[in-house]
C-alpha cells in the first residue's frame, strides 16, 4: 500500500509561526495545477511506463490552503490520479481547508463532486485573541459555522487543529478550547505546541519586541492539560500530537510514521521510496517553469542505513506503539541495536516505559519525544 500528497501552495495570507512552502499569488491557481497534472502524467511515464501497479489507500491534499481551489479543478486532478494509480478499496483521502473558505457551497461541492471523505480544518483556537496573535485570517463564528456545515452535509470523519502555548492563551481558555472540541463530537484532533520557527513573521514579530514568546513552562502545563483531559474523554493518544476516538487514525500520516511508501506532487512535495526520498523545488513559478519542458524538478538521496535507522527511531517514538528492539534488530546490523540500547538507558526514567519489546514515552516524555530521537541518532 502507499499514500499521495498533493500539496496546494496558496495561502490568502501567511500565519505569522508557519515555515511550509506557501505563497499569496492565488492567480497562479489554474497554471499551477496543469503543472501538477503534468507532473503526475510525467513521472508515472518515467518511472513506470503506465498504471503506477502499488495500490493506493491514502490520498492528502494539504498546503497553503487546498479549500483555495476551485472544485473543477479538485475533481480535475483526481480524475488524473485514477487514470495513472491504482486505488485501494475504502480509501481515505483528506481534504485540509480554512474555516473562511469552507463555505457551505463550498463543502457541498466537495461532497458531490469528489470522493473526499476526510476534512483536516485548521481551527488553531476558539478565541479571537489568538488568531490575531497567530495571524489566522478566520474568526470563531466561520469555525462553527464551517463544522456544523460539514457535519450536516455527512462529514463524519473529521478533523481539526489546535495549537497550545500561545502567549494569549490562558491555562483557563486552552480548558475551554478543550470544553468546546469535546461539545462539537469531533473524532480526531491535532494539537501542537506553538514554535517559533526561524525567519517566520512571528519569529521577527518577537524579536522586535511587538510580540510575546512562548513560555516552556505554558507549553508543558497546557500539554499534561491536553492528555489528561483527552483521556478523560475516551480519546487515544495514538502519537505525540494526533488524538482519535473509536480507533479513527489519520491513516495518512500514519504511513508516514510507518515509513509507509507515498508519492509527493506539487511544489516542494516529498515523495518516500523507503530507501530513497526525493523533494520538488519550493518555488511556484520554478515548478512550473520546469514541468512546462518536461523536466521534473526535483532532487533525490538514497538513505543509508543509519538514515533509515534515524528516521525510524524519529517516528516510532512519537507514536503510542514505540520503537521496537525487534524491529531494529531484524532490519538493522547488531551495532544498531547495541547502540539503541546503549543510549536509551541514558534516558530519564520518567520519560519512558518498556512494554513488552517495544520502548514508549510516557505523558510527561510525550512533551520530549524529540529530544529522546535525538538522543538515539546515530551521527
Same mark, same amino acid.
Given at each position: 500500500?502507499?499514500?499521495?500528497?498533493?500539496? &496546494?501552495?496558496?495561502?490568502?495570507?501567511?500565519?505569522?509561526?508557519c +515555515?511550509?512552502?506557501?505563497?499569496?499569488?492565488?492567480?497562479?491557481?489554474?497554471?499551477?495545477?496543469?503543472a501538477?497534472?503534468?507532473? &503526475?502524467?510525467?513521472?508515472?511515464?518515467?518511472?513506470?511506463?503506465?498504471?503506477?501497479?502499488?495500490?493506493?489507500? #491514502? /490520498?492528502?491534499?494539504g498546503?497553503?490552503?487546498?479549500?483555495? %481551489?476551485?472544485?473543477?479543478?479538485?475533481?480535475?486532478?483526481?480524475?488524473?490520479?485514477?487514470?495513472?494509480?491504482?486505488?485501494?478499496?475504502?480509501?481515505? /483521502?483528506?481534504?485540509?481547508? @480554512?474555516?473562511?473558505?469552507?463555505?457551505?457551497?463550498?463543502?457541498?461541492?466537495?461532497?458531490?463532486?469528489?470522493?473526499? +471523505?476526510?476534512?483536516?480544518?485548521?481551527?488553531?483556537?476558539?478565541?479571537?485573541?489568538?488568531?490575531?496573535?497567530?495571524?489566522?485570517?478566520?474568526?470563531?463564528?466561520?469555525?462553527?459555522? !464551517?463544522?456544523?456545515?460539514?457535519?450536516?452535509?455527512?462529514?463524519? @470523519?473529521?478533523?481539526?487543529?489546535?495549537?497550545?502555548? &500561545?502567549?494569549?492563551? #490562558?491555562?483557563?481558555?486552552?480548558?475551554?478550547?478543550?470544553?468546546?472540541?469535546?461539545?462539537?463530537? &469531533?473524532?480526531?484532533?491535532?494539537?501542537?505546541?506553538?514554535?517559533?520557527?526561524?525567519? !517566520?513573521?512571528?519569529?521577527?514579530?518577537?524579536?522586535?519586541?511587538?510580540?510575546?514568546?512562548?513560555?516552556?513552562?505554558?507549553?508543558?502545563?497546557?500539554?499534561?492539560?491536553?492528555?489528561?483531559?483527552?483521556?478523560?474523554?475516551?480519546?487515544?493518544?495514538?502519537?505525540?500530537? $494526533?488524538?482519535?476516538?473509536?480507533?479513527?487514525?489519520?491513516?495518512?500520516?500514519?504511513n508516514?510514521?510507518?515509513?509507509?511508501?507515498?508519492?509527493?506532487?506539487?511544489?516542494?512535495?516529498?515523495?518516500?521510496?523507503?530507501?530513497?526520498?526525493?523533494?520538488?523545488?519550493?518555488?511556484?513559478?520554478?515548478?512550473?517553469?520546469?514541468?512546462?519542458?518536461?523536466?521534473?524538478?526535483?532532487?533525490?538521496?538514497?538513505?543509508?542505513?543509519?538514515?533509515?535507522? +534515524?528516521?525510524?527511531?524519529?517516528?516510532?517514538i512519537?507514536?503510542?506503539?514505540? /520503537?521496537?528492539?525487534n524491529?531494529?534488530?531484524?532490519?538493522?546490523?547488531?551495532?544498531?541495536?547495541?547502540?539503541?540500547?546503549? +543510549? /536509551?538507558?541514558?534516558?530519564? $526514567?520518567?520519560?519512558t516505559?518498556?512494554?513488552?519489546?517495544?520502548?514508549? #514515552?510516557?505523558?510527561?516524555?510525550?512533551?520530549?519525544?524529540?529530544?529522546?530521537?535525538?538522543? %538515539?541518532?546515530?551521527?
Amino acid at each position: 500500500m502507499a499514500g499521495i500528497y498533493i500539496h &496546494i501552495p496558496f495561502c490568502l495570507q501567511k500565519c505569522g509561526y508557519c +515555515n511550509f512552502y506557501s505563497i499569496s499569488d492565488i492567480e497562479k491557481k489554474s497554471q499551477y495545477v496543469d503543472a501538477l497534472i503534468s507532473e &503526475i502524467k510525467l513521472r508515472n511515464t518515467v518511472k513506470t511506463h503506465g498504471r503506477a501497479s502499488l495500490p493506493i489507500e #491514502t /490520498i492528502y491534499f494539504g498546503g497553503g490552503t487546498p479549500s483555495l %481551489l476551485d472544485i473543477r479543478n479538485v475533481v480535475k486532478i483526481f480524475e488524473t490520479l485514477q487514470n495513472h494509480f491504482l486505488f485501494s478499496e475504502n480509501m481515505e /483521502i483528506t481534504f485540509e481547508g @480554512n474555516p473562511e473558505t469552507l463555505t457551505k457551497n463550498y463543502l457541498k461541492n466537495l461532497r458531490n463532486h469528489t470522493p473526499i +471523505n476526510r476534512l483536516s480544518v485548521g481551527v488553531q483556537s476558539f478565541f479571537e485573541k489568538d488568531l490575531t496573535y497567530l495571524n489566522r485570517k478566520h474568526s470563531p463564528k466561520q469555525v462553527f459555522e !464551517t463544522l456544523e456545515h460539514a457535519q450536516n452535509l455527512g462529514f463524519e @470523519n473529521l478533523s481539526i487543529d489546535l495549537i497550545y502555548g &500561545i502567549p494569549t492563551l #490562558t491555562n483557563e481558555m486552552w480548558q475551554e478550547n478543550l470544553k468546546t472540541f469535546f461539545s462539537l463530537d &469531533i473524532p480526531h484532533l491535532s494539537a501542537y505546541a506553538l514554535t517559533i520557527e526561524p525567519n !517566520t513573521f512571528l519569529d521577527k514579530q518577537i524579536r522586535n519586541l511587538d510580540v510575546q514568546s512562548p513560555r516552556e513552562e505554558q507549553v508543558e502545563k497546557q500539554y499534561l492539560i491536553l492528555r489528561e483531559q483527552l483521556k478523560n474523554h475516551g480519546f487515544e493518544a495514538y502519537e505525540t500530537s $494526533n488524538f482519535c476516538k473509536n480507533k479513527q487514525y489519520a491513516k495518512h500520516n500514519s504511513n508516514y510514521w510507518n515509513l509507509s511508501k507515498y508519492y509527493g506532487f506539487g511544489a516542494s512535495a516529498h515523495s518516500f521510496s523507503g530507501s530513497s526520498r526525493s523533494w520538488n523545488i519550493a518555488n511556484v513559478d520554478a515548478y512550473i517553469s520546469s514541468i512546462s519542458k518536461g523536466i521534473l524538478p526535483s532532487e533525490s538521496e538514497i538513505l543509508t542505513q543509519k538514515m533509515q535507522y +534515524n528516521e525510524y527511531a524519529m517516528t516510532a517514538i512519537r507514536t503510542q506503539w514505540g /520503537i521496537s528492539r525487534n524491529f531494529i534488530k531484524t532490519n538493522f546490523d547488531e551495532s544498531f541495536l547495541q547502540h539503541f540500547q546503549k +543510549n /536509551i538507558a541514558q534516558i530519564p $526514567n520518567d520519560w519512558t516505559i518498556f512494554e513488552n519489546d517495544c520502548v514508549i #514515552t510516557t505523558e510527561k516524555g510525550a512533551l520530549f519525544s524529540d529530544l529522546i530521537a535525538e538522543k %538515539l541518532f546515530i551521527l
